[in-house]
């Protein structure tokens, strides 16, 4: 095999019926120079063995197997066994697109930029489009940062060189917002140029109702909330409130929501409310639908408690996304915000 460009890190986990469309989603594609790096984070539904069919058949494709630790440390193993001289993190249950590969190749083999973003289309079980997820608009990517850029900071978007990651990890104590915890910190270190490509170049998959981050307790979300507040005070470092505050804003209030709809209002609660309101002098940034929720928890939290359980009792369950929590619906992995 010749120097490897790029390795696609693949962690799964208990995906048989989606592993095999992924990973030939790849294969049948043209290209070289790149690697398929699977990392087995103790699968019990077979994917471990259809994991094993696929390295034996392709010298491209390398295989690992752990314990079940998660998808961060399944993340971190293929980001230690992996060649390339980029990386392209992948889930298990999503697809490449039709050209992604020979576009994603030839704009590394050309430019060498730090990172390459691209358009994701959101899809359903019989990969019909249910929505896009934008690329960054702006071009001074390394002086405005990824926020302020328009990067929405999902990990499947991007394609990182090895000099931004330099020695970044995903932090395995998290089990929501990992992935966009380790994004915030690798793009900071954009320095030169980003490629962005206009059109989609992967598929990702919204509509597994077994997925693992549509099973966490809302304890999950209350640590998750630390991500956001630690990316504001960076971003507030640099003299950059906003989009950060909203997105802060936005996940605290749907965090708290979602306590509020399971009636519980202790020592959680108090801490995500204080939490938000440390940062009162900002909230003149807000504006609509946000700024009223923001200005009932702060006034009126009682009030603010009763319409969630009201809510809570009136609406049927939603599913819990792993990324931003809204108003009516705790989920816009469409926005990881």
């Given at each position: 095999?010749?120097?490897?460009?790029?390795?696609i890190?693949?962690?799964?986990?208990?995906?048989?019926?989606?592993?095999?469309?992924?990973?030939?989603?790849?294969?049948?594609?043209?290209?070289?120079?790149?690697?398929?790096?699977?990392?087995?984070?103790?699968?019990?539904?077979?994917?471990?063995?259809?994991?094993?069919?696929y390295?034996?058949?392709?010298?491209?494709?390398?295989?690992?197997?752990?314990?079940?630790?998660?998808?961060?440390?399944?993340r971190?193993?293929?980001?230690?066994?992996?060649?390339?001289?980029?990386i392209?993190?992948?889930?298990?249950?999503?697809?490449?697109?039709?050209?992604?590969?020979?576009?994603?190749?030839?704009?590394?083999?050309?430019?060498?930029?730090?990172?390459?973003v691209?358009?994701?289309?959101?899809?359903?079980?019989?990969?019909?489009?249910?929505?896009?997820?934008?690329?960054?608009?702006?071009?001074?990517?390394?002086?405005?940062?990824p926020?302020v850029?328009?990067?929405?900071?999902?990990?499947?978007?991007?394609?990182?060189?090895?000099?931004?990651?330099?020695?970044?990890?995903?932090?395995?104590?998290?089990?929501?917002?990992?992935?966009?915890?380790?994004?915030?910190?690798?793009?900071?270190?954009?320095?030169?140029?980003i490629?962005?490509?206009?059109?989609?170049?992967?598929?990702?998959?919204?509509?597994?109702?077994?997925?693992?981050?549509n099973?966490?307790?809302?304890?999950?979300?209350?640590?998750?909330?630390?991500?956001?507040?630690?990316?504001?005070?960076?971003?507030?470092?640099?003299?950059?409130?906003?989009?950060?505050?909203?997105?802060?804003?936005?996940?605290?209030?749907?965090?708290?929501a979602?306590?509020?709809?399971?009636?519980?209002?202790?020592?959680?609660?108090?801490?995500?409310?204080?939490?938000?309101?440390?940062?009162?002098y900002?909230?003149?940034?807000?504006?609509?639908?946000?700024?009223?929720?923001?200005?009932?928890?702060?006034?009126?939290?009682?009030?603010?408690r009763?319409?969630?359980?009201?809510?809570?009792?009136l609406s049927?369950?939603?599913?819990?996304?792993?990324?931003?929590?809204?108003?009516?619906?705790?989920?816009?992995?469409?926005?990881?915000?």
């Amino acid at each position: 095999m010749s120097e490897v460009l790029l390795s696609i890190v693949i962690p799964v986990y208990n995906t048989q019926m989606y592993l095999d469309r992924c990973i030939k989603s790849i294969l049948l594609q043209d290209g070289s120079s790149y690697e398929i790096v699977l990392v087995d984070d103790g699968s019990v539904d077979g994917s471990s063995e259809l994991c094993d069919a696929y390295g034996k058949e392709y010298k491209n494709v390398k295989v690992a197997h752990q314990a079940n630790a998660g998808v961060s440390s399944a993340r971190n193993r293929g980001l230690a066994l992996a060649s390339g001289k980029y990386i392209w993190f992948c889930d298990s249950d999503d697809r490449l697109l039709p050209h992604a590969l020979e576009i994603v190749l030839k704009t590394i083999a050309v430019s060498m930029p730090d990172m390459i973003v691209f358009p994701v289309v959101e899809e359903d079980s019989d990969e019909r489009a249910l929505g896009i997820i934008p690329a960054p608009t702006k071009a001074d990517y390394a002086k405005n940062g990824p926020l302020v850029s328009g990067d929405l900071l999902y990990l499947y978007a991007h394609v990182l060189s090895r000099k931004i990651i330099r020695d970044e990890r995903f932090d395995s104590s998290l089990s929501l917002l990992e992935d966009r915890d380790f994004l915030y910190r690798v793009c900071c270190n954009v320095k030169g140029k980003i490629a962005i490509i206009d059109k989609p170049l992967y598929a990702y998959f919204i509509s597994r109702a077994d997925s693992a981050v549509n099973s966490q307790g809302v304890s999950k979300y209350v640590d998750a909330n630390e991500v956001q507040l630690h990316i504001l005070k960076a971003e507030l470092r640099q003299s950059r409130c906003c989009p950060a505050y909203e997105f802060f804003v936005t996940h605290t209030l749907g965090v708290l929501a979602l306590l509020c709809k399971q009636g519980r209002f202790g020592e959680s609660f108090e801490l995500l409310r204080n939490r938000l309101l440390a940062f009162d002098y900002l909230h003149d940034h807000l504006r609509g639908n946000l700024r009223r929720r923001y200005l009932l928890c702060k006034h009126f939290p009682f009030l603010y408690r009763v319409s969630y359980i009201i809510k809570g009792k009136l609406s049927k369950t939603r599913r819990l996304g792993s990324t931003v929590i809204g108003d009516a619906n705790p989920i816009q992995e469409g926005s990881n915000t």
